[in-house]
């Protein structure tokens, strides 16, 4: 999909991707069916801007994804040359109706998802894949969710489609035991794609919103699905409490405001109690990684002021999730609740354990946050040159902004400290 048409086709497209695939994979293989609908959204992407959405989109992409698919079946038999581009179609297309039973309207997306997440692929394959899907993600930005280059996502996502082909999957929900090993692929999948909607890998805006509400919507209807796990629980009330935040997380023109100035007026009270009923039900079912976050985030939203939260108890939580977590983020965020309880000398030793780990080496949050401790330390040089290195690694243009402002702030510390 192209990165630069209008926000209001790239909503519509990313509603309808899934629904026309899941009407494609009822009648086709899974690795054709989603080449063929990733053709019609690229179609529509570039007409769609520039005529106007047709009056039936859902139909329209049906239609040209079934042309694709038939021209591709027409070559690969030598049956004759391939029909004319989508560039080419005629607008009087736009008042296509699929035939009963493909039926674009119903969302199958959960299906779809539980679908993508097959035994036979591997957990990271599955998360790809269902991103490429379900999510919509480009895989550029799929790349850079995983921390691998793009060409390496390109292949794993292409093997990933032939696996299931060669696997013979049917578009169905699996049953209980096949369903149950999947979910925590489904988990993961929609915490990436949370992730990318709260905080855009790359452009203009600091928040994909529809990304964001899409995977708090299918988690919702997982947990309909699942109504006793305890990690579904605790992602949904993850996603919730963090999305409480967003209306505060922007200025008038975009720019990012960190947690310890954004206006706690602003956050979403509604969100923020459903939230903390279902860390409640997610940590008496078990402490998981995502109800373990989850209950770090309530301390943060439950928090009258910047002044009131509890950071021993947020540190204790990360002491525990890093027990059942061995993630690299996750002990980044932790040196932020060690120097709040210990000092930030105390989180900059940390870093320098964990700037050894390969996963997260180069990453930009991590010379953001050692730039952040020392500040706090008063390092201002050294800040001022890691705030900077932060922000030459992102593509996020906000993020960037504010990180090179905290590198002029640490700058002008330094000078009037000298002077």
Same mark, same amino acid.
């Given at each position: 999909?192209?990165?630069? @048409?209008? #926000?209001?086709?790239?909503?519509?497209?990313?509603?309808?991707? #899934?629904?026309?695939?899941?009407?494609?994979?009822?009648?086709?293989?899974?690795?054709?069916?989603?080449?063929?609908?990733?053709?019609?959204?690229?179609?529509?992407?570039?007409?769609?801007?520039?005529?106007?959405?047709?009056?039936? #989109?859902?139909? %329209?992409?049906?239609?040209?994804?079934?042309? @694709?698919?038939?021209?591709?079946?027409? *070559?690969?038999?030598?049956?004759?040359?391939?029909?004319?581009?989508?560039?080419?179609?005629? %607008?009087?297309? %736009?008042?296509?109706?699929?035939?009963?039973?493909?039926?674009?309207?119903?969302?199958?997306?959960?299906? !779809?998802?539980?679908?993508?997440?097959?035994?036979?692929?591997?957990?990271?394959?599955? /998360?790809?894949?269902?991103?490429?899907?379900?999510?919509?993600?480009?895989?550029?930005? /799929?790349?850079?969710?995983?921390?691998?280059?793009?060409?390496?996502?390109?292949? @794993?996502?292409? @093997?990933? &489609?032939?696996?299931?082909?060669?696997?013979?999957?049917?578009?169905?929900?699996?049953?209980?035991?096949?369903? $149950?090993?999947?979910?925590?692929?489904?988990?993961?999948? !929609? =915490?990436? /794609?949370?992730?990318?909607? =709260?905080?855009?890998?790359?452009?203009?805006?600091?928040?994909?919103?529809?990304?964001?509400?899409?995977?708090?919507?299918?988690?919702?209807?997982?947990?309909?699905?699942? +109504?006793?796990?305890?990690?579904?629980?605790?992602?949904?009330?993850?996603?919730?409490?963090?999305?409480?935040?967003?209306?505060?997380?922007?200025?008038?023109?975009?720019?990012?405001? +960190? !947690? $310890?100035?954004? $206006?706690?007026?602003?956050? $979403?009270?509604?969100?923020?109690?459903?939230? *903390?009923?279902?860390?409640?039900?997610?940590?008496?079912?078990?402490?998981?990684?995502?109800?373990?976050?989850?209950?770090?985030?309530?301390?943060?939203?439950?928090?009258?002021?910047?002044?009131?939260?509890?950071? #021993?108890?947020?540190?204790?939580?990360?002491?525990?999730?890093?027990?059942?977590?061995?993630?690299?983020?996750? &002990?980044?965020?932790?040196?932020?609740?060690?120097?709040?309880?210990?000092?930030?000398?105390?989180? !900059?030793?940390?870093?320098?354990?964990?700037?050894?780990?390969?996963?997260?080496?180069?990453?930009?949050?991590?010379?953001?946050?050692?730039?952040?401790?020392?500040?706090?330390?008063?390092?201002?040089?050294?800040?001022? &040159?890691?705030?900077?290195?932060?922000?030459?690694?992102?593509?996020?243009?906000?993020?960037?902004?504010?990180?090179?402002? &905290?590198?002029?702030?640490?700058?002008?510390?330094?000078?009037?400290?000298?002077?």
């Amino acid at each position: 999909m192209t990165e630069h @048409r209008a #926000p209001t086709v790239e909503h519509l497209l990313r509603e309808l991707a #899934p629904r026309v695939l899941s009407v494609m994979a009822r009648r086709h293989d899974f690795e054709t069916a989603e080449d063929a609908v990733q053709e019609a959204l690229i179609a529509a992407a570039t007409q769609w801007p520039r005529d106007g959405v047709p009056g039936n #989109p859902a139909g %329209w992409l049906h239609h040209v994804a079934v042309r @694709r698919l038939t021209d591709h079946v027409r *070559s690969e038999m030598s049956r004759r040359q391939r029909e004319d581009t989508v560039a080419g179609e005629v %607008w009087a297309e %736009w008042a296509f109706v699929p035939p009963p039973d493909a039926d674009v309207r119903v969302d199958d997306s959960l299906t !779809l998802l539980f679908m993508c997440c097959h035994p036979t692929l591997t957990p990271a394959s599955a /998360i790809a894949l269902t991103l490429r899907a379900v999510g919509g993600l480009t895989t550029v930005e /799929i790349a850079r969710a995983f921390l691998v280059p793009e060409a390496t996502m390109a292949q @794993r996502i292409s @093997r990933a &489609k032939q696996a299931i082909r060669a696997a013979g999957a049917t578009f169905s929900m699996p049953a209980d035991m096949e369903r $149950d090993s999947r979910v925590g692929s489904v988990l993961h999948v !929609l =915490y990436l /794609i949370f992730n990318e909607g =709260y905080v855009s890998s790359e452009g203009a805006q600091l928040h994909r919103v529809d990304l964001a509400l899409e995977a708090i919507r299918l988690v919702r209807a997982t947990r309909a699905l699942l +109504p006793r796990d305890g990690e579904v629980a605790g992602l949904l009330a993850l996603m919730l409490l963090t999305e409480a935040r967003r209306a505060a997380r922007t200025g008038v023109n975009g720019e990012l405001i +960190p !947690l $310890d100035e954004q $206006d706690r007026s602003l956050w $979403d009270r509604a969100l923020i109690a459903e939230g *903390s009923v279902l860390v409640e039900e997610a940590l008496q079912a078990g402490a998981g990684p995502y109800a373990l976050q989850s209950a770090i985030a309530a301390l943060h939203d439950e928090a009258a002021s910047v002044g009131e939260t509890d950071w #021993p108890q947020i540190l204790a939580l990360y002491d525990v999730l890093g027990e059942v977590s061995d993630n690299p983020m996750v &002990k980044l965020n932790r040196a932020v609740a060690v120097a709040m309880v210990h000092g930030p000398i105390e989180a !900059l030793g940390q870093l320098d354990r964990l700037e050894q780990d390969p996963r997260i080496t180069g990453h930009y949050r991590l010379d953001a946050v050692r730039a952040h401790l020392l500040q706090l330390s008063a390092q201002f040089d050294q800040a001022e &040159k890691r705030y900077r290195a932060a922000a030459e690694r992102t593509a996020n243009l906000p993020e960037r902004d504010y990180l090179l402002m &905290k590198a002029a702030a640490a700058a002008r510390l330094l000078e009037q400290r000298e002077h």
